[in-house]
Nanobody, 128 residues
Framework: QVQLVESGGGLVQAGDSLRLSCAAS????????MGWFRQAPGKEHEFVST????????YYVDSVEGRFTISRDNAKNTVYLQMNSLKPEDTAVYYC?????????????????????WGQGTQVTVSS
């Protein structure tokens, strides 16, 4: 089992920044790709970003490319999502997720169902 706890959400204005954190406990953190997904009211889960086990590979959804940065600190069992230039359309509950990677060079998934563990989510609200 992997337990994930997100933090760092809040209410901000358009153009502001937030940094989300996701602390993991349980299994060996460095064996998992870590992803961020979000869910806005009335919508399905949307992929935001993912990072490979080592941190060497990252992917972003087009709508956040250049504004969000994912990173991880395997020594602290934590993954981060730095969100800059926030827009009202970024408003959602943000979830971190863990996906076991059997090989160090395995490509991290962008698909929500392929992640085995999920946090409880943190609300991000961006006002215009």
């Amino acid at each position: 089992q992997v337990q994930l706890v997100e933090s760092g959400g809040g209410l901000v204005q358009a153009g502001d920044s937030l940094r989300l954190s996701c602390a993991a406990s349980g299994r060996t953190f460095s064996l998992y790709a870590m992803g961020w997904f979000r869910q806005a009211p009335g919508k399905e889960h949307e992929f935001v970003s993912t990072i490979s086990r080592s941190g060497g590979t990252t992917y972003y959804v087009d709508s956040v490319e250049g504004r969000f940065t994912i990173s991880r600190d395997n020594a602290k069992n934590t993954v981060y999502l730095q969100m800059n230039s926030l827009k009202p359309e970024d408003t959602a509950v943000y979830y971190c997720a863990a996906d076991f990677q059997g090989r160090p060079d395995q490509t991290p998934s962008t698909k929500w169902p392929e992640y085995e563990y999920w946090g409880q989510g943190t609300q991000v609200t961006v006002s215009s």
